[in-house]
Protein backbone atom coordinates (compact mmCIF):
# COMPACT_ATOMS: atom_id res chain seq x y z
CA UNK A 1 0.00 0.00 0.00
CA UNK A 2 1.82 3.18 -0.63
CA UNK A 3 0.39 6.94 0.12
CA UNK A 4 -1.62 7.45 -2.43
CA UNK A 5 -4.08 4.79 -1.80
CA UNK A 6 -4.02 4.97 1.61
CA UNK A 7 -5.27 8.91 1.26
CA UNK A 8 -7.51 7.56 -1.47
CA UNK A 9 -9.40 5.29 1.31
CA UNK A 10 -9.23 7.55 3.95
CA UNK A 11 -11.08 9.80 1.75
CA UNK A 12 -13.63 7.41 0.63
CA UNK A 13 -14.23 6.47 4.44
CA UNK A 14 -14.94 10.26 5.26
CA UNK A 15 -16.98 10.71 2.31
CA UNK A 16 -18.97 7.69 2.37
CA UNK A 17 -19.30 6.70 6.19
CA UNK A 18 -18.30 9.27 8.52
CA UNK A 19 -20.01 12.26 6.76
CA UNK A 20 -23.21 10.83 6.22
CA UNK A 21 -23.92 9.60 9.70
CA UNK A 22 -22.84 13.09 11.18
CA UNK A 23 -25.87 14.64 8.85
CA UNK A 24 -28.18 11.92 10.56
CA UNK A 25 -26.87 13.40 13.97
CA UNK A 26 -26.49 17.00 13.00
CA UNK A 27 -30.45 16.87 11.83
CA UNK A 28 -31.24 14.96 14.56
CA UNK A 29 -30.32 17.82 16.83
CA UNK A 30 -32.01 20.57 14.58
CA UNK A 31 -35.50 18.62 15.27
CA UNK A 32 -34.74 18.57 19.18
CA UNK A 33 -33.37 22.51 19.09
CA UNK A 34 -36.69 23.12 17.08
CA UNK A 35 -39.37 21.64 18.86
CA UNK A 36 -37.68 23.21 22.37
CA UNK A 37 -38.26 26.35 20.63
CA UNK A 38 -34.13 26.97 20.08
CA UNK A 39 -31.96 28.18 17.66
CA UNK A 40 -31.66 25.27 15.36
CA UNK A 41 -30.06 26.38 11.78
CA UNK A 42 -26.85 25.87 12.77
CA UNK A 43 -27.53 22.42 13.50
CA UNK A 44 -29.87 22.51 10.05
CA UNK A 45 -26.97 23.86 7.98
CA UNK A 46 -24.36 21.85 9.96
CA UNK A 47 -26.08 18.56 8.76
CA UNK A 48 -26.95 19.80 4.90
CA UNK A 49 -23.53 20.66 4.86
CA UNK A 50 -22.00 16.82 5.95
CA UNK A 51 -24.62 15.93 3.22
CA UNK A 52 -23.18 18.13 0.25
CA UNK A 53 -19.62 16.98 1.21
CA UNK A 54 -20.57 13.12 0.77
CA UNK A 55 -22.65 13.77 -2.36
CA UNK A 56 -20.39 15.97 -3.94
CA UNK A 57 -17.41 13.46 -3.53
CA UNK A 58 -19.79 10.48 -4.88
CA UNK A 59 -20.86 13.04 -7.77
CA UNK A 60 -17.29 13.79 -8.72
CA UNK A 61 -16.19 9.96 -8.48
CA UNK A 62 -19.14 9.02 -11.06
CA UNK A 63 -18.82 12.18 -13.07
CA UNK A 64 -15.04 10.89 -13.20
CA UNK A 65 -15.09 7.45 -14.00
CA UNK A 66 -17.36 7.90 -17.50
CA UNK A 67 -14.60 7.52 -19.39
CA UNK A 68 -10.62 6.36 -19.24
CA UNK A 69 -8.27 8.35 -17.69
CA UNK A 70 -6.47 8.83 -21.29
CA UNK A 71 -9.56 9.77 -23.36
CA UNK A 72 -9.14 13.30 -24.64
CA UNK A 73 -13.25 13.49 -24.03
CA UNK A 74 -13.23 12.91 -20.40
CA UNK A 75 -13.94 16.17 -19.36
CA UNK A 76 -16.78 16.81 -21.92
CA UNK A 77 -18.26 13.79 -21.16
CA UNK A 78 -18.41 14.30 -16.84
CA UNK A 79 -20.19 18.13 -17.92
CA UNK A 80 -22.28 16.06 -20.01
CA UNK A 81 -23.13 13.51 -17.30
CA UNK A 82 -23.57 17.29 -14.56
CA UNK A 83 -26.03 18.70 -17.02
CA UNK A 84 -28.29 15.42 -17.19
CA UNK A 85 -28.00 15.18 -13.42
CA UNK A 86 -29.25 18.49 -12.91
CA UNK A 87 -32.21 18.22 -15.82
CA UNK A 88 -33.30 14.58 -14.99
CA UNK A 89 -32.92 14.74 -11.18
CA UNK A 90 -32.28 18.24 -9.34
CA UNK A 91 -35.13 20.00 -11.46
CA UNK A 92 -38.09 17.52 -11.35
CA UNK A 93 -37.50 17.71 -7.45
CA UNK A 94 -36.97 21.31 -7.40
CA UNK A 95 -40.91 21.37 -9.33
CA UNK A 96 -42.58 19.12 -6.93
CA UNK A 97 -41.28 21.06 -4.07
CA UNK A 98 -42.59 24.01 -5.55
CA UNK A 99 -46.18 22.50 -6.61
CA UNK A 100 -46.21 21.60 -2.57
CA UNK A 101 -45.58 24.96 -1.64
CA UNK A 102 -48.30 26.39 -4.65
CA UNK A 103 -50.73 24.15 -2.54
CA UNK A 104 -50.04 25.21 0.27
CA UNK A 105 -50.08 29.07 0.08
CA UNK A 106 -53.39 28.21 -2.06
CA UNK A 107 -54.96 27.00 0.71
CA UNK A 108 -54.05 29.44 3.23
CA UNK A 109 -52.14 27.13 5.76
CA UNK A 110 -49.26 29.50 6.08
CA UNK A 111 -51.57 32.36 6.39
CA UNK A 112 -53.35 30.83 9.32
CA UNK A 113 -50.78 29.61 11.61
CA UNK A 114 -47.19 30.44 11.99
CA UNK A 115 -44.48 28.57 13.60
CA UNK A 116 -44.04 30.13 16.56
CA UNK A 117 -47.45 28.75 18.20
CA UNK A 118 -46.61 25.52 20.23
CA UNK A 119 -48.69 23.42 18.65
CA UNK A 120 -47.67 24.12 15.15
CA UNK A 121 -44.03 23.84 16.37
CA UNK A 122 -44.40 20.47 17.64
CA UNK A 123 -46.46 19.24 15.14
CA UNK A 124 -43.95 19.92 12.85
CA UNK A 125 -40.93 18.39 15.25
CA UNK A 126 -42.67 15.27 15.55
CA UNK A 127 -43.33 15.58 11.21
CA UNK A 128 -39.70 15.98 11.05
CA UNK A 129 -38.49 13.17 13.58
CA UNK A 130 -40.83 10.56 11.66
CA UNK A 131 -39.27 11.43 8.41
CA UNK A 132 -36.05 12.25 9.40
CA UNK A 133 -36.35 7.94 11.38
CA UNK A 134 -37.70 6.73 8.47
CA UNK A 135 -34.71 8.57 5.90
CA UNK A 136 -31.80 6.74 8.06
CA UNK A 137 -33.52 3.53 8.23
CA UNK A 138 -33.36 3.69 4.49
CA UNK A 139 -29.92 4.54 4.44
CA UNK A 140 -29.08 1.42 6.70
CA UNK A 141 -30.89 -0.58 4.74
CA UNK A 142 -28.73 0.06 1.86
CA UNK A 143 -25.93 0.26 4.13
CA UNK A 144 -26.37 -3.42 5.04
CA UNK A 145 -27.03 -4.95 2.11
CA UNK A 146 -24.08 -3.69 0.30
CA UNK A 147 -23.79 -1.14 -2.84
CA UNK A 148 -25.12 -4.33 -5.05
CA UNK A 149 -26.31 -2.23 -8.08
CA UNK A 150 -25.08 0.54 -7.43
CA UNK A 151 -21.56 1.15 -10.36
Request: charged residues 5%; glycine residues 10%.
Given at each position: ????????????WLGNVIMPALAG???????????????????????????????????????????????????????????????????????????????????????????????????????????????????????????????
Amino acid sequence: MNLSNGLLNLTNWLGNVIMPALAGLFAAAAVYQFSKGRHHHQFAYAALASLMCSGLLRAMESFSNQAAWNNPDRYWISILTLVNWVGNVLLPLYGVLQVVLAVTHYAGLLERMTVGQAWVRNLVAAMCSFGLSGLLRLGEFWIQHGTAGVP
